[in-house]
């Protein structure tokens, strides 16, 4: 199984970069995949996720209105919009796989190799 998250960069604040998470290796329908993020001197926490069969997703907070999560069921393919980005959204970004539960890292069976997203203002 292999989750490569792409997609992060430098980004000055207020852009919209768009992450992404190309799933492999088995069948992922009945998952739920979620986003996290970890800043510098911070313990890892859920961003985002979303159900692949049903597409219901769930938001953290602090990225309501902001953030977008989607899924291409044809590309295996998991998606974060991130709009009008805020320099505390600089952290590493995660995409992760879970068969049940939505917000908790110990729910999560798959992880990907993250990817840097730093926001300056």
């Known amino acids: 199984v292999q989750l490569q998250a792409s997609g992060g960069g430098l980004v000055q604040a207020g852009g919209s970069p768009r992450l992404s998470c190309a799933a492999s290796g088995r069948a992922f329908s009945g998952y739920a995949m979620g986003w996290f993020r970890q800043a510098p001197g911070k313990e890892r926490e859920f961003v985002a996720a979303i159900r692949w069969n049903n597409g219901r997703t769930t938001y953290t907070d602090s990225v309501k209105g902001r953030f977008t999560i989607s899924r291409d069921n044809a590309k295996n393919t998991v998606y974060l919009q991130m709009n009008s980005l805020k320099p505390e959204d600089t952290a590493v970004y995660y995409c992760?796989?879970?068969?049940?539960?939505?917000?908790?890292?110990?729910?999560?069976?798959?992880w990907g190799q993250g990817t840097q997203v730093t926001v300056s203002s």
């Open positions: 992760a796989a879970a068969q049940s539960g939505t917000y908790y890292q110990y729910e999560y069976d798959y």
